[in-house]
């Protein structure tokens, strides 16, 4: 306690710790080696945790003596961010990381002492709090203490990261007997969650676009993530698999071709009529001419993409002649069977288009003479595209292109 007149203890430390710093910046590196550079950084990563676990004390005792009553604030974390223009946000995980310091000695110790950084900290206190709300009602004190000293221990070898992992699973360590009903209970508890904050919203711009976002389970998430890679894959050469980083376009693309992809017989009827889209287009635009066809949902697409989905996937083409009258709607002979998909790939090997290996697992199968104008549904019609090249010889833009 600082004598009446004198200068508190803490006000000559800071003192200290700033004229320290006034010396530090002031000094030159020249001559500092390599060696020598990385022990000054570790050592300043030591210092600057000792002067978090002091800054916590200070604001731990500030929430005592109410500071914010100095400034006008509420709390003591709005005047710690007015303060320090931090972040209100910030400032109440400094504030509640200095309470559970108050709690956890030996947490605080190891920030006190450098051995564990202030990111470190933040995590393994979660943990522990995680443990307190949501762990076993009769979970001992002691099973606490022995999460919390493991935790410390760990974080000798693994950063914040690996440390929020550990400690979903610290029970399994220091009480499994308890553990693994605790670790089922976070799981069970956590998919209801998630199941309740399922999200999914679109809406059409007006400009041939549809934007939306959605919020799925991990698991939908991650079965979704797999499509979309083995898709994207799909399109590059194999010696650059795994090579080249997935973009928001790729995805985008892959997402798309993945819709394409979904059979209606995947999919429950609605008033007796299968969840399909139905394509509405004149034989004429089917045949190679322009203009556009019609989705039964009331949106429009272009000649190109109307012939090359009749073509392949399993949308269901509506195909009109003069007077409105209805020629074919989606007969499924217009499909390869596997067994012919199976002769083709082994004839052709891979994707025909010239300069193209992608295997017969990535390829479409295209007919040569399109069906709408005589052409049949058998080996002898059909070769190996990819999806790229398929999408290419249905565009009259780019068909010219192919020489086959």
């Known amino acids: 306690m600082a004598v009446l007149g004198q200068q508190h203890p803490l006000d000559q ?8 710093l006034d010396e530090g910046h002031a000094a030159s590196l020249v001559g500092l080696e390599q060696a020598a550079t990385a022990d000054a950084l570790r050592a300043l990563a ?86 307190e709300a949501d762990g076993p009602d009769d979970l001992d004190p002691s099973v606490l203490e022995q999460a919390e000293k493991h935790l410390i221990v760990c974080a000798d070898t693994f950063d914040a990261k690996q440390l929020k992992i550990l400690g979903r699973h610290v029970l399994d360590v220091v009480a499994p007997e308890v553990g693994e009903a605790h670790e089922a209970k976070l799981l069970e508890d956590e998919e209801r969650r998630a199941t309740e904050r399922t999200r999914l919203t679109m809406s059409g ?3 041939g676009m549809v934007h939306g976002r959605f919020s799925v389970p991990e698991l939908h998430g991650a079965m979704l993530a797999k499509a979309l890679q083995a898709l994207t894959w799909a399109k590059q050469e194999p010696a ?31 008033g007796g009529v299968g969840a399909t889209v139905v394509v509405t287009m004149t034989l004429e635009t089917l045949m190679g001419g322009l203009g556009k066809a019609s989705l039964d949902t009331g ?7 109307a012939r090359r989905l009749a073509c392949e996937a399993g949308i269901i083409p509506m195909v009109l002649g003069g007077q409105s009258q209805v020629l074919d709607v989606g007969r499924r002979r217009r499909f390869h069977t596997r067994a012919q998909r199976l002769a083709i790939a082994q004839r ?47 565009d009259p833009k780019r068909s010219g292109r192919l020489r086959t």
Not at 102 to 130: F, K, M, P, S, W
Not at 350 to 373: K, L, M, Y
């Open 46 to 131: 030591q210092i600057h945790a000792q002067l978090d676990a002091l800054t916590a004390t200070v604001l731990r005792h500030a929430a005592e003596v109410r500071v914010e009553e100095t400034g006008g604030a509420t709390t003591t974390a709005t005047w710690w961010a007015q303060a320090t223009h931090r972040t209100r946000a910030a400032a109440h995980r400094d504030v509640t990381l200095a309470a559970a310091l108050g709690r956890h000695t030996a947490l605080a110790e190891a920030l006190a002492a450098g051995r564990i950084n202030c990111e470190q900290t933040h995590v393994i206190a979660r943990a522990l709090a995680d443990l």
């Open 205 to 207: 711009d007006g400009h």
């Open 13 to 20: 430390v800071v003192e200290a710790l700033s004229a320290a």
């Open 240 to 270: 650059q698999i795994r090579q080249v980083r997935s973009t928001p376009q790729s995805n985008g693309q892959a997402f798309t071709e993945l819709l394409e992809r979904i059979s209606e017989k995947d999919l429950p009827s609605v």
């Open 299 to 305: 949106e429009v697409i272009s000649a190109g993409t």
């Open 348 to 394: 052709d090997k891979h994707c025909t288009a010239p300069g193209c290996d992608t295997p017969p697992s990535r390829c479409h199968v295209h007919h040569v003479i399109p069906w709408s104008q005589g052409g049949t549904t058998s080996v002898e019609d059909g070769r190996l595209y990819c999806s790229a090249h398929h999408a290419m010889a249905h």
